[in-house]
């Protein structure tokens, strides 16, 4: 999601070599100011910004290690803002959390995606539909819910927002909820009207947490919006919703810095799993094309059972991975969120996540092609892909509506794919994948 800014990093330190001059300095700070300005992050961040860091370059000695490691240091803390990072639990459930946000914003959308990533961590999440403002608020979340097998409090007979959040944070302490998520009602634009009804639900529901949502794709416009809200209400963080829809990227650069809040979540896609944590300095070292091994792990944990990983382990090793085991592999690859933000994370494959654009692989081509000649088979055959002879072959061709090109590709790819999980699957497979990641990360900018 920050491959136009790294890109942007990368020439500008490319511009310095091991150990340079001032003029040397001055094109590598002049094209990080371009670079940073037509992204669009605040024109006086940019400028306190390269003022440090030209200052610590020159004490150190300007070089291109002392220019990273300022650049690094300098953007860590632009990034970061008194307050907690990603989602912290109260003391005493339910954790109230109280989103507010403009109308179009993407609040509702955002307040599932939130209650879908802590549900992935075993959290107990109650939802409480308040936005009775927009006609259809109360009927999204009912269908996003639904969709997505999370519980929701919602009174279609009550038309106070103050009263259903009352009765909602009732309902949390009763049903014993970890969390409890109020979306409330947005208006297309900031008024008294919008700030009373807000103030009341907030007095009623007493939060541990006010997030903020704030459209990226709005630019400045969303961070002068937070600010209004933050003076009015009060927040405690915001979360950027559509920022995969953001070309420039840089509204996420200047927010904490602009309006003393920390940036807490991400929104990086449509689906439910696209939210991801907003940790400055693991940013830090994806905009440095450095990948986030971190967030991975931690999105990665939040969705395999160990004793599940543990019992595939033992199929891939012993060669029995079949083609159940491949389909429920991709069902929880689903939970994971899109693949442009994934290859993102991984040292040294950021630059190819902009390549990806908005690859679905769960509806594209290839996919569903997979799904139908999977599909097509009998059970003992998903179980023993050994059986699959020519016969069945021309069937499962002919079931899929397929040539049986297209089934021996598979195959083929299937049989590859098992042999290399083989491979990796042992002590000396986890050397050898070490080995390769650290190959790659040597494609990020240089330390």
Known sequence: MFEVLTDSFKTAVNKIRFADDEKSLKKALDTLKKSLLKADVHHKVVKDLLKVVETETKVAGIGQVNFLRSLKDNLTQTLTAP?????????????????????????????????????????????????????????????????????????????????????????????????????????????????????????????????????????????????????????????????????????????????????????????????????????????????????????????????????????????????????????QMKKLGSMKSLIGMIPGLSSMAGQLKDVDLENSVEMKRIKAMIGSMTKKEREMPSLLNNTRKRRIAEGAGLSNMDVNKFLKQFKNASKMAKKFSGKKGMQDLQNMMAQAKQGGIPR
């Open 83 to 331: 307050g907690n990072q990603g989602f912290v639990y109260a003391s005493q459930a339910p954790t109230r959390v109280l989103m507010a946000g403009l109308q179009g914003s993407g609040k509702t959308t955002t307040t599932v995606k939130l209650a879908n990533y802590l549900k992935l961590r075993q959290k107990k999440v109650l939802i409480a539909a308040c936005d009775l403002q927009r006609l259809a608020a109360v009927e999204q979340l009912k269908q996003l819910c639904e969709q997505n097998e999370l519980d929701l409090y919602f009174d279609d007979k009550e038309q106070n927002p103050v009263k259903i959040a009352k009765a909602a944070v009732k309902k949390a302490k009763d049903g014993l909820y970890d969390v409890l998520l109020v979306d409330t009602a947005g208006r297309l634009a900031i008024d008294e009207e919008l700030m009373q009804e807000l103030t009341e639900v907030r007095s009623v529901i007493e939060p541990d947490e006010v997030f903020y949502v704030a459209d990226s794709m709005t630019g400045q416009d969303a961070i002068r919006s937070a600010g209004t809200f933050h003076d009015k209400i009060g927040i405690s963080g915001v979360v950027l919703s559509k920022y995969d829809g953001d070309s420039k990227g840089g509204v996420a650069l200047g927010i904490a810095k602009q309006i003393n809040v920390p940036l807490r979540f991400i929104g990086t896609g449509e689906k439910v799993a696209d939210l991801e944590l907003f940790v400055p300095d693991r940013i830090v070292n994806r905009l440095m094309g450095e990948g986030d091994l971190e967030t991975l792990a931690e999105k990665t944990s939040a969705i395999i059972n160990e004793k599940q990983a543990k019992a595939l382990n033992k199929k891939i090793k012993k060669g029995e991975f079949n083609f159940n085991d491949f389909l429920e592999q991709m069902e």
